[in-house]
């Protein structure tokens, strides 16, 4: 029954990257809203736990690497990617493959999990969905306030979200 399941998860998966790219193309809007252009995220996670068993039997010090290059795939999407991005569409397999290699190397002793594993930053893996559903609230409303957000500005808007989500 995995096999098929997991034949059915891909298969889902793939049809819903493609209308994902196919969508967010015309209506970033609409990509990035709708459930089936979103879903695929999910089922990288699902067929990731479905494959776990086989995944395991890598090579650690592979698994590790994948791990360094999925955190640096997710470092670059925050860093890089704007409002001009065209996102979810194909990018949004940039930050994505990125965490799905992050979790692949769980188990890797060269894995990015033993920075991760540091206090400050598990305090942000656990307010972050709090983070997520505060910050562009928050960010319309200083901008209704003062216009644009310069670098400062903006900061202190991050910051006020983490305290905010603490």
């Avoid at 409002?83 to 190397?105: D, R």
Wanted: proline letters at 5%; aromatic letters at 10%; one cysteine or more.
């Amino acid at each position: 029954w995995k096999r098929w399941l997991a034949l059915v998860c891909v298969a889902a998966l793939t049809a819903s990257l493609f209308e994902s790219i196919r969508v967010s193309g015309g209506d970033h809007g609409a990509g990035y809203f709708l459930p089936q252009t979103r879903v695929w995220e999910i089922l990288l996670g699902a067929a990731l736990a479905l494959g776990a068993t086989r995944l395991n039997r890598l090579p650690k010090v592979l698994s590790g690497i994948a791990g360094w290059g999925g955190l640096v795939a997710i470092g670059y999407a925050a860093v890089t990617f704007d409002e001009e991005t065209v996102f979810p569409g194909h990018l949004a397999l940039v930050p994505v493959l990125g965490a799905a290699a992050v979790i692949l190397a769980a188990d890797s002793p060269w894995g990015p999990h033993r920075v991760l594993r540091i206090a400050p930053l598990q305090y942000i893996g656990l307010w972050s969905f709090s983070i997520y559903l505060l910050h562009y609230p928050l960010i319309v409303l200083a901008e209704a306030q003062v216009g644009e957000l310069a670098a400062l500005s903006k900061v202190a808007v991050a910051a006020a979200c983490v305290a905010m989500a603490a």
